[in-house]
Each structure stands twice: as structure tokens, then as C-alpha cells.
């Protein structure tokens, strides 16, 4: 992929080292990316996963990776969310991944309601951070598979949800360098229109029909 | 931070296991000829008969998968096993998968010992989480339980599986010391790990020396080629003999590949 920027790349860190968690990691780091990789404990414990499914990472404790990062990705399973030290992710842009689904994670008290999206639930949580919301549409066994380069006919686009304009931005540029068009909707609680059961969750989708889907859904 | 670099490692060896061919199952209830669905009863029977037609058509190996679920009534596989094997000789004959977590992995251990007797050595055991949570609410499991029982329990089933008296403790089952647990196996019990995506199940597959089966839900085969060299360097690296790879994946035979793939 050609940068189209001068600026420096952001520095990710990815949270948890599991099915999504190692596809991120490997097509963050195919895009040029710095990437160091986390999981809850000793780095040590996930060196040989590092070394044989995501070559060129990093692999850190999770408070070293996180500060020296500029983009954090929450990559673990939802119900881990709850123990982990959201203190460590102050002033951090956190692309949050995740899904709540209850029949996987058991019932979230955190996440039932109703009210707030998952995001929106891990903003309020991460009061310090700003939280953009981004990958959890994808099946992590289609991530590779369906990347394209910028200007492919037909490019799978993903989408991107956040309040903050400059963080949307940026996070644009990571889902685009991976290999996907980006359809940006204007705050974290559009980001509704990705969650399961919504019309992009899982769905192979152009930039045009991802636009639609999303504004239709907005329009209802 | 360390940074990792691609060790050199052997390439495993292709030709070190034999390939098989297996059916697995779920025990789907299916439809009559009108299209009304069978009893659970029906359903049953009619997969004994999938079983043995399995062995004459010259299938390796049979494979149920544990559910609870009214669409999928097959929650005591390895009785049907056992009637599969009653009247074959050379399939062989295991659980695809035995959600481990939501069981007792001494009772897992004594039902398909008691199988692999009944087959004269036909009987192997996946082990999983399998495709839906419904066990756990029925045996008074929580999810969020989930890694510690999976953890402990495949603990402890490797120490059934490899024979003796077994002392284990844990706290998600009952201690055992030096426990004598029957019947014996006559002959070894392949032992499985399901793995759907992660990495972590893969190392412990591993860990234990048990053979790695990977379900594929979607996607190409090949994004489980680094999956396989993860297996055969963390064997290597925890002092254990190289083990098989097994793919499970969704698919479809006919006569050719064209209409395989048309119909399918």
C-alpha cells in the first residue's frame, strides 16, 4: 500500500493475542505498521504464538505496549473488559473490537441495558480515552481473505464509528492501509448499525451498498 | 519487549500420518419423505444406520458432536457409538466434539473406555467447546467459567488417558488421590483438541500431546497453514512426538467437482 502521508505512522498496541487479536496483529504489521502485542499476563507465555502466526510483532506486558503506543486495539473477549485496567488506557485513542454476545460471553451486567451500544458501554468505561469503533463487523477467518488494494474493484469496506473527527480519521487510515474501504458514520452510537443482528455485521459489502445499508438503518 | 523473529524449524512432515476421511455429525433431526421432522427417536436410529452405511462405503472414521438442543437431540453420543460399533469392524468411532467443560472428565474418560473395548480399539475422543453454550445453564455451569473448566479438565482427562492411578486436585471437580479409574484401556484412546481460531487452544493441544482438529467455519483451508507449524513447534517444544493434523470443515461429494460445487 502507498502512504499518502508524511506524518508518522501511528504505533499500535493490540490487546489480547486470540483468533482476532493474532489476524490484526498479522495484516497491521503486512501494512508497515510498529505492532506490539499483549496478552493478560507474561509476554513471555505468548512468545512462540508471537513468533509463528504474527513474525515481526512485538510482544510486551500490557501497560508497556499501551504506553508506548498511539492507537490501543481491544481485541479480548468482552467478558474479559470488565478486569482490565482501564487506568492503563487514559489518553489513548482504543479501537474497540468487540461484540457482546451473551450466548458466548454470558450475560455482561456492564453491557445489558439496552441503552448504550457495546462502544458506547466501553467509552463510558474508558473515561479518559477516546473510543473508536472499528473491526468487530469482520469475521476474523474473512480478514485476510478479503482485503484488497485501494482502488480494487469491488473493495470490501468496513466501517468506522467515533465522536471525535481526528480519531475517526486516523483509525480510516489504518482499516484503508489494511486493505479496506472505509465508510466513517458520524458518532460512536451510529456504530449501532454495525453490531450483530444489524445490516453490515458479517456482510461482504462495497463502499456504495455499506453507505446504504447504514443510512437506511439510520433512516428507520 | 522482545521482538520475534521466525525460528528455523523442520517442516513437519507430510507423509509421517496416513490421511483419513471422516463424517461428523451433529444429529440433526431430519424430515420424512412429506417433509415432517423425525422424532428424536427416529433421528437416533437413522444415525446408527449413517454409522454402519459409513463402514461399507469405506469412510475412516465416524464422529458425533455433543448437543442438547431439541433440533439436535444427540446428547449422549457415545451410546450411539457404541450401537455403531456393535455392528462394524474397522470404522473407527469418536466424539466430535465432547464439551469437556460442562462434563466430568472421569465419566468421559470411563464411557469411551468402555467404548474402545467394545470396538476392539476403535475409539477416539475430541474435545471442544462445541458449537452452542446449551450445557452449561443444564449442568449448572457459568460461561464465565469457561478457560478455568476447559483448562482443568483437559488436565485431568490427559492423566486418565495415559493409565495408572491418578492424584489431581483442582477447583472445578473433586480431588483424586492415587485413584484407580475403570476400565482400563486395552489399547490407547486418541485424544483430540478442537480448535476453531485460537492460538491458545493450539498450544494446549500441544501441551498435552493430544492430535489437533481444526474446525473450519469459513474462509480458505490455507489461512490454517501457520495454525499447523504453531502445532508442530510447540509439540517439538514441549518434548512430545509430532501428532496429526485433522481438518473439519463443511462440504459436499458428488460425482465431480463441477457439480459438486454447483450443487453445493
Redesign the interface.
Known sequence: MMRTSLAPRPRIAILG???VG?VLARMMVAAGYEV?VAASGD?ARI??????????????WAK??VASADIVVLAIPL?RFAALDHGMLAGKLVIDTMNYWA????VQPMFEGGELTSSETVQRQLADSTVVKAFNHI????M??DRSARGSAGRRALGVAADQAEAAELVATVVDAVGYDVIPVPRLRDGAAFEPGGPVFGARLTASQFRAAVATRAAA | ???????ATPEPSASSFPLEFGLNTFGDVTADAHGTPLSHAQTIRNLVEHGVAAERVGIDFFGIGEHHTDDMPLSAADTVLAAIAARTENIRLGSAVTVLSSDDPVRVFQRYSTLNAISNGRAEVILGRGS??DSFPLFGF???DYQDLFEEKTNLFSQLVDGGAVTWSGRTRSALVDQDVVPHLESPLPTWIGV?????S??RAARYGFSLMLAV????AE?FA??S??FA??LA?FGHAPKPIGLHSPGHVAATDQRARDEF
Open positions: 493475542a486470540g483468533h493474532s506490539s509476554p512468545e512462540l504464538i508471537a513468533s509463528v502466526l504474527m513474525p515481526g510483532v512485538k510482544t510486551a508497556d505496549a467478558h450466548p458466548t460471553d454470558g469475521g476474523y477467518h474473512e485476510e481473505a | 519487549m522482545t521482538t520475534t523473529t521466525m525460528p452452542s453454550i457459568d460461561l464465565a476453531g481460531g485460537s492460538p491458545e493450539v498450544v467455519i469459513g474462509g480458505p489461512r501457520p495454525y507449524r504453531l513447534q510447540a517444544q
